[in-house]
C-alpha cells in the first residue's frame, strides 16, 4: 500500500511486522519526527507538552546535600552557644542557683509560647522555623548580648562612672539586644541550600535569579568595552556584564495578596502580619528564658549568701531570706512575661510590612520604624526600673498594659479576618476559587 504523492514526496510503507516504516524512493526526503509517526502525515502537528508521570509510591527522595549541610551547620552553631551561654550563666550564678534560675524560668513560658500559637494558627509558620528562632533567642542572642553588654558597661563605667552605667542600661542593652534578636528574621530570609532552577523547556519553575543582566543584546561575555569618549583621554575602562543585587529568601508565610485590577498594588495580608509578629515573639520567648534563669539563678544566690551570713550571726533563718528571689520572680515571671515578645513583635511586624507592602515609602520605612519602636520601648522599660516602685507601676500601667492590648486584639483581628476569608472561599464556586 503507498500513499498518493504531494508535492514530489513519496512515502511508502511495508507492514510487514503491522509497523509502518518510510521507505524512500527516488526524489524524496526523509521527514523529521519519531519513528513511531503515521506516514502519511508529512509534517508533524505541534503536539502539547506531555504531562508528567505520577510519582510512584516509594520511599520519599533525600532532602538536597546543601539544605541538609545548612542544617546540620544552624544545628552545631546553636549548640555551641547553648554550652557558651550555660557556661557563663553558671559562672555567675553558680550550679544550685542555674538549676532554680531554670526551674522558675520555666514557669511562664507554656502560657507565653500558648499565646503565640494560638496566633500561629493564622500564621503557619513551620514548625522548623519556630523551632530555629526560639534557640537563635534562647542561644545565640543570649550569647551576644552577654558578651557585648559586658564589654560595653565596662567600658562606659571606666569612662563615665556613674552616667556610664544609666547609659549602658537605658541606651546601650536595648539597641544590642534588639539587634540580636531581629537578626534571626534575616537569617530565616537568607537564600542558604536553595537550589537555582530556571524556566526552561523542560520546566515549568520560575527561575530564581541572583543576577541581573544589564541591558543591551549579544552573547554573554566578561567584558564589554564603552567607546572612548573625549574627556577620556584614550582609555577604555571594562564595564562588567552581570551585576548583582539583593534577593531574599521567598517564605510562603511572608507572601502578599497578588495585584488585582481592582487594586493594582501588592499589599499585606492578615496572614503575613501575625507571621512577623509569631516570629519575632518566638525569638524574644526564647531569649527572656534564658536572661530569667540568669537574674532569678543570680538572685538566688544572692539571698543564699545572705541566708548563710544570717545564721553566722545568730540570726534564725526565714523565709523572708528569699525576698529577693521572690521580687524577681513576680517582677519577671508574673508581671512582665510577655515584655520581650512585645518589644521583638514590633521588629517582626515592620519587617513584615516592608516584604509585603507595594508601596515603596512605607516598605523602606516600615522596618527600621518598627527595630526603633522596639528599641525605645526596650528602654523605657529599662529606665522604669530607677524610678522606684510607684514610678515602674505607673510606666506599666501607662505604657505596658495599653500596648499589650493593642497586641491582643490585632491577634483577635488577624484570627477573625483570616477566618472570614477562609468562610468566603468555602461558600465561593469553584471557578471562582
Known amino acids: 500500500m503507498s500513499s498518493p504523492s504531494c508535492g514530489g514526496y513519496r512515502t511508502s510503507v511495508q507492514a510487514a511486522d503491522d509497523r509502518e516504516v518510510p521507505t524512500l524512493t527516488a ?155 531581629g537578626a534571626a528574621l534575616l537569617v530565616l530570609l537568607l537564600p542558604l541550600g536553595r537550589r537555582i532552577r530556571c524556566h526552561g523547556h523542560r520546566t515549568d519553575r520560575p527561575c530564581a535569579s541572583v543576577l541581573r543582566r544589564l541591558p543591551g543584546g549579544g552573547q554573554p561575555h566578561g567584558y564589554d568595552r564603552r567607546p572612548a ?6 582609555r577604555l575602562r571594562p564595564r562588567p556584564y552581570l551585576r548583582p543585587r539583593p534577593y531574599l529568601r521567598p517564605l510562603p508565610y511572608l507572601r502578599p495578596y497578588p495585584p488585582t485590577p481592582d487594586r493594582p498594588r501588592a499589599r499585606a495580608r492578615p496572614r503575613t502580619l501575625a507571621a512577623g509578629v509569631v516570629l519575632g515573639g518566638i525569638t524574644a520567648c526564647g531569649f527572656a528564658f534564658t536572661e530569667n534563669a540568669l537574674y532569678l539563678g543570680r538572685a538566688f544566690t544572692d539571698d543564699q549568701q545572705q541566708r548563710l551570713d544570717s545564721i553566722g550571726l545568730g540570726e534564725s533563718p526565714s523565709l523572708r531570706d528569699f525576698d529577693g528571689t521572690v521580687q524577681t520572680f513576680v517582677l519577671r515571671g508574673l508581671l512582665s512575661p510577655f515584655a520581650h515578645p512585645l518589644f ?87 471557578g471562582a476559587r
Open 229 to 234: 569618549l573625549p574627556h577620556a583621554r584614550g
Open 344 to 430: 521583638t513583635a514590633l521588629t517582626g511586624l515592620g519587617l513584615a510590612i516592608t516584604l509585603t507592602t507595594g508601596r515603596r515609602r512605607l516598605a523602606r520605612l516600615a522596618a527600621p520604624a518598627g527595630l526603633l519602636l522596639a528599641m525605645a520601648l526596650h528602654g523605657t522599660w529599662n529606665a522604669a526600673a530607677d524610678l522606684g516602685t510607684h514610678g515602674f507601676l505607673l510606666v506599666y500601667a501607662v505604657l505596658m498594659v495599653p500596648c499589650f492590648a493593642a497586641l491582643v486584639c490585632f491577634a483577635a483581628w488577624a484570627r477573625t479576618r483570616t477566618a472570614r476569608h477562609a468562610a468566603r472561599r468555602a461558600r465561593a464556586p469553584a
Open 27 to 181: 526524489g524524496t526526503r526523509t521527514i523529521p519526527g519519531p519513528r513511531g509517526r503515521r506516514a502519511h502525515r508529512l509534517v508533524p502537528r505541534p503536539a502539547a507538552a506531555p504531562a508528567r508521570p505520577a510519582a510512584a509510591p516509594g520511599p520519599r527522595p533525600a532532602r538536597p546535600v546543601a539544605l541538609s549541610s545548612v542544617t546540620a551547620t544552624a544545628v552545631l552553631t546553636l549548640a555551641g552557644c547553648g554550652v557558651l551561654i550555660l557556661h557563663l550563666v553558671r559562672r555567675q550564678t553558680g550550679t544550685t542557683g542555674l538549676l532554680v534560675g531554670l526551674g522558675l524560668a520555666l514557669v511562664p513560658l507554656p502560657f507565653v509560647l500558648g499565646g503565640l500559637a494560638w496566633l500561629n494558627q493564622t500564621a503557619r509558620v513551620p514548625l522548623r522555623h519556630i523551632v530555629f528562632c526560639l534557640g537563635w533567642g534562647a542561644c545565640a542572642a543570649t550569647t551576644a548580648a552577654i558578651l557585648a553588654n559586658g564589654w560595653t558597661s565596662s567600658y562606659l563605667t571606666a569612662h563615665q562612672g556613674s552616667l556610664g552605667e544609666v547609659l549602658g542600661a537605658d541606651l546601650v542593652t536595648p539597641v544590642i539586644e534588639e539587634s540580636a534578636k
